[in-house]
């Protein structure tokens, strides 16, 4: 039995979250700073490190009178480390390790990128880890900092199998959202502005998956590539503008509409290759990108029959501290806990293992 308060600052949201045996979360708290970051149409470092260090004690105390319970109930706390934003991270790790100190909690620092993997198994689903039919798993990890394969043995070992080698599937919509004046965050606003284009009226490249013509080199055949859609989608615009036209109504909607496919494509024929290749049992969407609708609803046709679908709630796709958590009960479980000089780390490391996997 364990209760943790997880915390999460590695970004632009300050949360927080008691999470029991690490899957059952009995409270939680979010607090947003879309509408700081809004009128800069993106994360500005030190504006979220500000802002986290306003709302980080008052979204730690409604995260615990949420779930009904004290600091002296706890029995661990812990808190994302990395990666992320150094500036936001540090206020997130100062405060968990105050927090630690003060109660003289155990200290779990967590990977914010495998944390995201371990979503799909809150609330309830922590069982499923248990079975060797689970496994292997894919891990597709999608956001405004990553997009990656993660694949994961019964054994616990992981390696990625597939990473982009420039620019995050969720940054690509980000960058498009701005670049068009739709406004900030730019995942949700590209997925509305979509549902009322075709798809299908502009054909915007597909890289490093070979269906331009040019070979695809083997070290990239589960890689993936946004800048250059990026760069397809500014040429078009300025296409569209040098002829007369505005890039408004159903010019608009149908140039949206068509960018987002092509990237929404890209990630389901690179993860049902790497399914089939690998002969995975499970395949885990998680990350902020994965509320998207139209990937919520296109990957489980792409991939093999072999393969089930295991989707994070969308409320546990976007940064959130339940997954932080959640996550951390393996450490405790280990009594593997961290010292207290852990510091932040700005960049994913390389992944060999995952904490969550044991028999």
Do not use: W
């Not at 059952?24 to 470092?45: N, R, T």
């Not at 620019?167 to 919509?173: K, R």
């Not at 546990?316 to 806990?337: H, I, L, P, R, W």
């Amino acid at each position: 039995m364990s209760l943790i308060l997880g915390i999460e600052s590695s970004c632009d949201e300050t949360a927080a979250a008691v999470v029991r045996n690490g899957s059952e979360v009995v409270g939680d708290c979010v607090a947003s700073q879309i509408a700081c970051h809004a009128e800069h149409g993106g994360v500005v470092p030190e504006l979220a490190a500000r802002e986290h260090l306003v709302a980080a004690r008052p979204v730690v105390n409604t995260a615990l009178k949420n779930a009904g319970v004290g600091f002296g109930d706890l029995d661990a706390v812990a808190v994302t480390n990395g990666p992320g934003l150094m500036p936001a991270l540090l206020v997130g790790i100062n405060l968990a390790k105050g927090i630690a100190i003060g109660n003289n909690l155990p200290f779990i620092g967590i990977n914010h990128f495998t944390a995201h993997i371990y979503a799909a198994f809150l609330d309830g689903g922590r069982d499923d880890l248990r079975k060797a039919e689970t496994y292997p798993i894919l891990a597709l990890v999608v956001s405004g900092g990553h997009t990656a394969l993660l694949l994961i043995g019964a054994d616990g070992k992981a390696r990625l199998v597939g990473t982009t080698i420039d620019d995050a599937a969720g940054e690509a919509l980000d960058k498009a959202a701005k670049m068009l004046d739709l406004g900030y965050p730019g995942g949700p606003v590209i997925q509305k502005t979509a549902e009322h284009g075709d798809p299908q009226k502009f054909h915007f490249p597909r890289s490093l998956t070979g269906a331009g013509g040019k070979a695809l080199p083997p070290q990239h055949k589960l890689n993936f590539s946004f800048s250059g859609v990026k760069t397809a989608l500014l040429y078009h615009v300025r296409r569209e503008e040098e002829a007369g036209h505005k890039m408004e109504g159903r010019l608009l909607y149908d140039t949206v509409a068509s960018y987002q496919e092509a990237i929404i494509d890209v990630l389901c024929r690179k993860t049902a290759m790497a399914a089939e290749e690998y002969n995975v049992r499970t395949v885990v969407l998680c990350g902020g990108v994965a509320c998207n609708s139209v990937l919520r609803e296109k990957l489980p046709l792409a991939l093999p029959k072999s393969a089930e679908l295991r989707l994070a709630e969308r409320k546990y796709c976007t940064d959130n501290a339940a997954m932080v958590g959640g996550q951390a009960n393996y450490y405790f479980e280990k009594s593997e806990f961290s010292p207290l000089d852990t510091d932040a780390f700005a960049r994913l490391p390389l992944i060999s293992e995952v904490p969550f996997v044991n028999f």
